[in-house]
Structure formats: C-alpha cells, structure tokens
C-alpha cells in the first residue's frame, strides 16, 4: 500500500488580507516541505478569510481572491515548493451573484478550492452542501457545487471536499465511496462552541464510514468578529481508528503518514453519477519522493476540560479582535464583581498586563470591599490600574436635573460609561464591556452605561458559567505556582450593581442557579413555556423570566460583539423581531 505524509496546516488567516494570508500559505508550506511533507492543506476560504459575507458580492473582491490564487501558486513554485501539492479554500465566482438582477441559474459566487503544483491550479473543487443555520448564510452567497473533483497523487486516489460536505451524509461522500477513493481531505472554517470537539470526531468516522476512506480534515484557528475558531484537526482511518489530532486554539503543524489503498487503473474525464453530482478525474506527477527513516507521527492531543476549553477559546477570541483590528490596547471598570474581574484576567491572559488598563469608578453607594477587591485584582494580574470617583459628576447632574429611583441608579452607569469612553478616545483603548449572558438575557443592564463598549469578552457566557471559570482560573494558576489572578472575595460574595444602598441582584432576579436552567432552556434549547415547566421549573418564575427576556430584544440588538462559545450566541446565532407582540403565555 502507498504511504501519503500528509500535512495538515491548522492556521489563522484574517478576513481581506489576501496578500498576508499568502504570506501564510508560504511559511507553513515550507514548514511543511522541511518535514517530508508529500501534501499539505490549508483550511477553508484561506486566501481570503472566512466568513467573508458581503464581500463577495463585490466583483473587486472575487477578483482579487482569483488574481492572489495564481500569484500564489507561482510564488510557491518560486520559492522552491512547487513539487509539493499544496490545497487552499479560496473565493471564485463563475457568475454574477444570485442577489443580482442578471444572475444566471447554477452560476454565481463559489466557495471554492484549488490544488496548487508545479506553479500552477491543476484542480478546483466548488462546495457542495451549503449551510443555512446558526452564524451561517451561505445560501445567500454561493452557488453550490455539483461536482466532485478526485485527484490521484502519489498512486492514491484523493476526492477534495470543504466543511459542510461532511456535515451532512450523501453528496460528495456518498460519490466519494463511488469513485472508489483512498482519502477525502476536507478543508474547514468550523466556528467553535462548547462540546463542539466531542461531537467532531463521531462525525469524520461517520464520514469515513460512508466513503470507505481515509479523512484528513483540516480546521483553522482564531477568532474574526464574534466566532472563534479552535483548530482539532484530525485525521482518520477508514475504520474510524483515530492516526493523529492537533491541540485546541493554537497554531499548529500535523504531520502524518498515512497508508493508502493504491488506486485503481488510471482513468480520465468526467462521469455523471447516481447522485446527481459528477465525477472529474486529475493526475498529479512529481510530487516528492517519499521520505525514508522514521514514520511522522502526528500524535493525539487528549481533550481538555470544559472551562479550560471555554477560557481558551475566549482568551483567543479577544487577543485576534483587538490585535486584527489593531487596538494597542483595552480599557475596562473594575467594580470588584466577578464578571469585571473574570474580564480582566481574560484580557490580561490575551494581552499581557501593559495593554490593559482597569479602572475603578466608585460612587457613594460602593462598599469598601468593591474598592479593595478591584485594586487586589489589578495587584495579582498587573494590569494598569486608575481610579476616577464619580460622585461629583453625578452631583452635578443631579443639581440641574430632578432624577430619582432607577434614574438616578442608570445615571451612575452612565457616568461610568462615559469615563470609559473618554479614556477611549484620548488614549485610543478599546472599551470592554463586561456583562454575562443571563445579564442579556433578561435586559439587566444599562444601555449606554454599563452596556457601552467596543467588544464583550464574556457576552456568551452564563453567570454560573463565569462562576467556574473563575474557580477554575484560580485553580490552574495555584497548580502551576502562580498566583491566581481573581480575588476570592469576588467569587464569594453575592453579586450586586451597587447603584442604591444595599443593592443586591436578587432585588429583582432570581437566584442564577434557578435562572440560568430557564434561559438556557429558552434561549439555546427554543423551549416554550409549557416546554419548561414540564421540565420543572416554576410557573410563576418562567412567567417572570420569559418577559424579561422577550421585553430586551432592543437591548441585545444594541450590545457590543463578543466571543460565541455556545450552540446559540445573541446576534448572529438568535434572531427576532424587535417589535413582536408574541408572548409564550399567550
């Protein structure tokens, strides 16, 4: 049997840059060539970043993406790297946009792939299942392929897919197994949420079940706007037997040799098969020669815990947003809550301590342990700490305006807000915000005060959820000899706004071990309210939760990006109507 050393490039592209994300390609192929590398691939839309969304309606930008294609493929035949066969997700078009007035049936914007050798694109590929669920609009961008390109390298027969063909069965797997191929490389822009890795490898088996073949499956890293990308590439055995899988959130070079049924007689051309796809055939010669000593072993990175995962995930998440979007730094308040501080650990793990600055903004109804905790984290973490009292500002509000109650309450967060915002603009940090999913959920919050931010580090993560991380931060830095950079006076104490005297938030919440259970059954899960008090939950309490919930949406639909960890962030995950009469209890 043949033996293929692949090389799976798990690598962080950014939207628009074409020319650094070539860049890329360059340094990781030659990565890849100084390993013996016979193959290597580079994950979905590589060239130009992924998603791209309404970019591809500009003919400039399909243009571009085209023209970076082939200037690729001759630098890399420039450098040296044109005998190793190199596959990268690109923008095509082969018509104009189906949101265009002279649009043509089956033509239009592609997702597409190209195998590069020698100088040259010898083959392409057009994705064929097209997701149109969650954070995806790909109906509204391309056209879907409707055949599968198998291109025999090194005597294995090697079928190209991207991302969504193996999500769903039938297509090109099913045509995979048809064609009688030894591999399926399948090339990924696969958002990240929690549990996410555990579903993927059942799936690829499944996969190489329905194709009798070998897949490499290759995933990129990093964050772009709200999704993060967490990498997990893999590579599997026509059994299933799992050869080798990356680490989570980082970069990384898998390399593999991987025995291959060798491929059948040559054959040429095109065939039309049952599945209403078809099958075109390459040839690729001249690859390396195959390397001798030692096989590559690519290893198997064991899965990490649930909060390690979800703290990485939101530490890279945030490190790519201020970094692609080149922030020098952020600026957050510090209240000496746990989600204030839970922020700031993420922000100074993302960025180190010099680019983060925490500000302390006390009023007259802070208690002294608000100040001492936000001043003990800035001591643990480093960060740049100041303090801005605001209760003159707020004093002189209040003797040109008559505010009392919850006013009174919102013009404290407001004040705050535009302290951040000031900081912001004369020293150029981006805001943080720093309010918790059930905290959007249920509307509690401040727009333009405590609301106000450029992005929201822990906007998809549920209150009990910021609990454990918060222990489990602490946990791993007293395990590794550091100091664990969360006070335990924040973790303790009962949360609080702090914005009349004795404020607690289960003034007017529930407890978030009763609330959490409702929303994420609300939320995530659709669950009606019969659906939710079948599940246990109290009526009266799901009556009271479910208003708050659907009474915020104007809220949720002015708050700032933040990192999707879960099956269904706010945004683009969850969408409904602002004005929407429609209540559950109807």
Not at 29 to 39: I, K, V
Not at 460 to 487: Q, S
């Amino acid at each position: 049997m043949p033996t293929l050393r692949l090389a799976l490039c798990q690598v962080n592209p950014t939207v628009g840059d074409l020319g650094g994300n070539a860049e890329r390609v360059r340094a990781w192929t030659r990565r890849a060539a100084d390993s013996g590398a016979q193959l290597a691939l580079f994950p979905e839309l590589m060239v130009t970043g992924y998603p791209v969304e309404d970019l591809v309606f500009r003919p400039s930008f399909v243009a571009a993406s085209r023209a970076a294609l082939q200037r690729l493929a001759a630098d890399l035949a420039a450098d040296g790297l044109g005998d190793l066969p190199v596959l990268v997700g690109y923008l095509d078009a082969d018509g104009p946009p189906q949101v265009s007035s002279d649009a043509e049936p089956g033509r239009g914007a592609r997702n597409a792939a190209a195998l590069l050798h020698r100088g040259e694109v010898v083959a392409t590929y057009f994705k064929h299942h097209l997701p149109n669920y969650g954070v995806f609009d790909e109906d509204r961008y391309f056209v879907p392929g409707d055949t599968l390109t198998v291109v025999r390298v090194g005597g294995v027969d090697v079928a190209l897919t991207i991302c969504e063909d193996l999500w769903q069965a039938g297509g090109p797997f099913a045509v995979a197994r048809q064609a009688g191929v030894g591999l399926v490389l399948s090339i990924n822009g696969s958002p990240y949420e929690l549990n996410k890795d555990d579903a993927r490898l059942p799936l690829v088996r499944r996969r190489a079940a329905e194709a009798g073949a070998a897949i490499a499956y290759v995933n990129m890293v990093g964050g772009q706007d709200e999704l993060v990308y967490d990498g997990d590439s893999l590579i599997v055995d026509a059994d299933g037997t799992l050869l080798a899988r990356a680490p989570q959130f980082v970069e990384h070079l898998l390399v593999h040799d991987v025995e291959l049924p060798a491929a059948p007689e040559a054959t040429g051309g095109a065939t039309d098969l049952a599945d209403g796809m078809r099958l075109v055939r390459h040839e690729v010669s001249g690859i390396p020669a195959a390397p001798t000593g030692p096989a590559a072993t690519g290893g198997i990175i064991e899965p990490v815990a649930d909060e390690a995962e979800v703290w990485q995930a939101l530490v890279l998440g945030l490190r790519d947003y201020v970094d692609k979007n080149r922030f020098p730094s952020v600026v957050l308040g510090l209240s000496g809550g746990i989600d204030s501080a839970v922020a700031a650990a993420l922000a100074v793990d993302a960025l180190g301590p010099q680019r983060v600055v925490g500000v302390s903004m006390p009023s007259q109804h802070s208690s002294e342990h608000s100040r001492t905790d936000a001043e003990d984290l800035a001591k643990r973490t480093g960060l740049d700490y100041r303090i801005e009292p605001i209760q003159p500002m707020v004093d002189t509000f209040l003797a040109n305006m008559s505010l009392s109650g919850v006013a009174v309450e919102n013009l404290q967060a407001r004040v705050r807000g535009v302290i951040l915002m000031a900081l912001s603009n004369q020293e150029g940090h981006l805001v943080l915000t720093t309010g918790n999913k059930s905290e959007l959920a249920v509307g509690y919050s401040t727009l333009y005060g405590d609301s106000v931010g450029g992005y929201n580090p822990v906007k998809d993560v549920w209150k009990t959820l910021v609990w454990r991380l918060a222990k489990w931060r602490n946990a791993d830095a007293a395990r590794r000899g550091e100091t664990p950079p969360i006070p335990e006076n924040s973790i303790g104490k009962p949360p609080s706004a702090e914005l009349s005297p004795g404020q607690l938030d289960s003034d007017t919440l529930p407890d978030y071990d009763v609330l959490d259970p409702i929303l994420i059954g609300y939320v995530d899960g659709d669950l009606g309210r019969d659906g939710l008090i079948e599940s246990g939950h109290d009526p009266a309490v799901v009556d009271k939760v479910l208003r708050m919930v659907d009474t915020a949406e104007y809220k949720r639909r002015q708050s700032a990006p933040g990192t999707k960890i879960s099956m269904k962030a706010f945004g683009r995950d969850r969408r409904l109507p602002i004005t929407n009469r429609w209540r559950e209890d109807g």
